[in-house]
C-alpha cells in the first residue's frame, strides 16, 4: 500500500505496513530536525525577519431588509502578542460600537449594532500599523527540555471542535503514526510529514475550506484550513495540545490587496508552543523543513480557535472561525453574499 492511498485513513493499517510508513516519515523527520537547528532556509528567496505595514480591513454589509428591526456586526481585529505588535487603530462605522475583548486567547473585535431605521448599507472600515516578527523555536534545544506537566489550562487545545474530531479513523491514524516512545515534538514532525505528504493544497470543486478534518483525510485536498485542521485532530488524539490561528498572508510587493485568509497551527511541547505552517510548506518546498518550527513574518494574526462564542454572544451557533465579519439580522445570521469585503496593506519597512 502507497503511504499516501486514502485507505490510510478509511482503515486501520497492518502492523508491516505501519512499521514501512514510519520509516518513511522518521527519516525525513530526523533528517529535518538537524538541518532546522540553524534555521539556514535553502531557495531563492529568504524568509522575511520583521514586517511593518498599514492594514485596511474594509466591508460593506447590505442591502440590509427595509423592515429589519435591529443588526449586530462583529468585525475581528488583529491581535498583540509576542510576535505582533498593533498600533494606531482607527475604525469608521455607520452605527455606534466598541472594541470588546473576547476573554479568548487574546481575540477582539469592533463591535456594533443598531436600531431602526437601519442604514441600507453598512459600511465599516478598519486601518491599523501592525509590525509582524518571525516566530522561531530551536527544536533542537527545546528536545532537549525537560517535559512540564499539562494542567487544566490547555483543556481546550486537547478536546475535539465540531470538524476536529479526535476519535474514530482521526484516532486510529494517529496511533498508527505515533509510537508509544516517540516525545511529543517527534510526534508532531510525524504528523507533520504526513499531512504534506498525504495533503494537495487544491481548492478546486466544493467542501473545502471549513477546516473540516474528516473531508482532508478522505479527499486528502485543500486549502489551509483542511491542512491545519487535520495536523491539530492528530496531535490532539495523541495527547499533544494544539491550537489554530487565522490572519492574512502580506504579499511581497511593498503594497497590493489581499485575496482572503491564511491560517497556521501551533503544537505545546516541553513548555513552550511550537508553531508550523503545513499549507506553505506544500507550496514552497525549498521550506519545507524551515515551516516546522518556524512562521515567517508575511501574515498577520487576527483570531485563535474554533468553535467560538462571541462576546456579545452571537443568536447563532457557534462560530467555526473568525476571520471575515459576522452579522446577524433580527437575530438570523446575515447571508454570506451580503457581506463584501477588502483587505490590503502598504509596507512600512524601509
Same mark, same amino acid.
Given at each position: 500500500?502507497?503511504?499516501?492511498?486514502?485507505?490510510?485513513?478509511?482503515?486501520?493499517?497492518?502492523?508491516?505496513?505501519?512499521?514501512?510508513?514510519?520509516?518513511?516519515?522518521?527519516?525525513?523527520?530526523?533528517?529535518?530536525?538537524?538541518?532546522? *537547528?540553524?534555521?539556514?532556509?535553502?531557495?531563492?528567496?529568504?524568509?522575511? #525577519?520583521?514586517?511593518?505595514?498599514?492594514?485596511?480591513?474594509?466591508?460593506?454589509?447590505?442591502?440590509?431588509?427595509?423592515?429589519?428591526?435591529?443588526?449586530?456586526?462583529?468585525?475581528?481585529?488583529?491581535?498583540?502578542?509576542?510576535? $505582533?505588535?498593533?498600533?494606531?487603530?482607527?475604525?469608521?462605522?455607520?452605527?455606534?460600537?466598541?472594541?470588546?475583548?473576547?476573554? /479568548?486567547?487574546?481575540?477582539?473585535?469592533?463591535?456594533?449594532?443598531?436600531?431602526?431605521?437601519?442604514?441600507?448599507?453598512?459600511?465599516?472600515?478598519?486601518?491599523?500599523?501592525?509590525?509582524?516578527?518571525?516566530?522561531?523555536?530551536?527544536?533542537?534545544?527545546?528536545?532537549?527540555?525537560?517535559?512540564?506537566?499539562?494542567?487544566?489550562?490547555?483543556?481546550?487545545?486537547? #478536546?475535539?471542535?465540531?470538524?476536529?474530531?479526535?476519535? *474514530?479513523?482521526?484516532?486510529?491514524? %494517529?496511533?498508527?503514526?505515533?509510537?508509544?516512545?516517540?516525545?511529543?515534538?517527534?510526534?508532531?514532525?510525524?504528523?507533520?510529514?504526513?499531512?504534506?505528504?498525504?495533503?494537495?493544497?487544491?481548492?478546486?470543486?466544493?467542501?473545502?475550506?471549513?477546516?473540516?478534518?474528516?473531508?482532508?483525510?478522505?479527499?486528502?485536498?485543500?486549502?489551509?484550513?483542511?491542512? /491545519?485542521?487535520?495536523?491539530?485532530?492528530?496531535?490532539?488524539?495523541?495527547?499533544?495540545?494544539? #491550537?489554530?490561528?487565522?490572519?492574512?498572508?502580506?504579499?511581497?510587493?511593498? %503594497?497590493?490587496?489581499?485575496?482572503?485568509?491564511?491560517?497556521?497551527?501551533?503544537?505545546?511541547?516541553?513548555?513552550?508552543?511550537?508553531?508550523?505552517?503545513?499549507?506553505?510548506?506544500?507550496?514552497?518546498?525549498?521550506?519545507?523543513?524551515?515551516?516546522?518550527?518556524?512562521?515567517?513574518?508575511?501574515?498577520?494574526?487576527?483570531?485563535?480557535?474554533?468553535?467560538?462564542?462571541?462576546?456579545?454572544? $452571537?443568536?447563532?451557533?457557534?462560530?467555526?472561525?473568525?476571520?471575515?465579519?459576522?452579522?446577524?439580522?433580527?437575530?438570523?445570521?446575515?447571508?454570506?453574499? #451580503?457581506?463584501?469585503?477588502?483587505?490590503?496593506?502598504?509596507?512600512?519597512?524601509?
Amino acid at each position: 500500500m502507497r503511504w499516501d492511498s486514502p485507505a490510510v485513513c478509511q482503515r486501520s493499517l497492518h502492523r508491516r505496513e505501519h512499521c514501512i510508513l514510519r520509516l518513511a516519515i522518521c527519516a525525513v523527520a530526523i533528517a529535518a530536525q538537524f538541518a532546522v *537547528g540553524g534555521l539556514a532556509v535553502a531557495g531563492p528567496m529568504p524568509p522575511s #525577519r520583521e514586517r511593518r505595514v498599514r492594514f485596511s480591513y474594509v466591508t460593506e454589509i447590505g442591502p440590509i431588509d427595509s423592515n429589519a428591526r435591529s443588526v449586530k456586526v462583529w468585525v475581528p481585529l488583529p491581535r498583540d502578542d509576542a510576535f $505582533q505588535q498593533v498600533s494606531a487603530v482607527s475604525v469608521s462605522s455607520p452605527m455606534p460600537g466598541k472594541i470588546v475583548d473576547q476573554n /479568548h486567547d487574546g481575540n477582539r473585535v469592533f463591535f456594533a449594532e443598531g436600531t431602526a431605521p437601519l442604514p441600507r448599507v453598512i459600511a465599516v472600515k478598519i486601518e491599523f500599523e501592525v509590525t509582524r516578527k518571525e516566530e522561531s523555536v530551536d527544536l533542537r534545544k527545546l528536545a532537549a527540555a525537560p517535559p512540564q506537566p499539562l494542567d487544566g489550562r490547555f483543556a481546550e487545545y486537547l #478536546r475535539p471542535d465540531a470538524l476536529v474530531p479526535t476519535t *474514530g479513523r482521526i484516532a486510529t491514524i %494517529s496511533a498508527n503514526l505515533d509510537d508509544s516512545g516517540d516525545t511529543p515534538i517527534q510526534a508532531a514532525r510525524i504528523f507533520y510529514e504526513y499531512v504534506t505528504s498525504v495533503m494537495r493544497y487544491d481548492k478546486s470543486g466544493s467542501g473545502w475550506g471549513r477546516g473540516d478534518a474528516i473531508y482532508a483525510c478522505d479527499i486528502r485536498r485543500g486549502n489551509c484550513t483542511d491542512f /491545519h485542521s487535520l495536523f491539530i485532530a492528530l496531535a490532539r488524539a495523541a495527547g499533544i495540545p494544539a #491550537r489554530f490561528t487565522i490572519g492574512f498572508p502580506l504579499g511581497t510587493p511593498r %503594497s497590493g490587496e489581499i485575496p482572503g485568509y491564511h491560517c497556521w497551527a501551533e503544537f505545546y511541547a516541553n513548555g513552550q508552543w511550537v508553531p508550523l505552517d503545513a499549507s506553505e510548506a506544500w507550496k514552497h518546498p525549498d521550506r519545507h523543513d524551515y515551516y516546522f518550527g518556524n512562521l515567517d513574518a508575511d501574515r498577520v494574526a487576527f483570531t485563535m480557535g474554533r468553535d467560538l462564542v462571541l462576546n456579545p454572544p $452571537q443568536d447563532g451557533e457557534p462560530l467555526n472561525f473568525l476571520v471575515y465579519p459576522y452579522v446577524e439580522v433580527d437575530g438570523r445570521s446575515l447571508s454570506k453574499d #451580503r457581506v463584501k469585503n477588502r483587505f490590503a496593506y502598504f509596507d512600512l519597512t524601509d
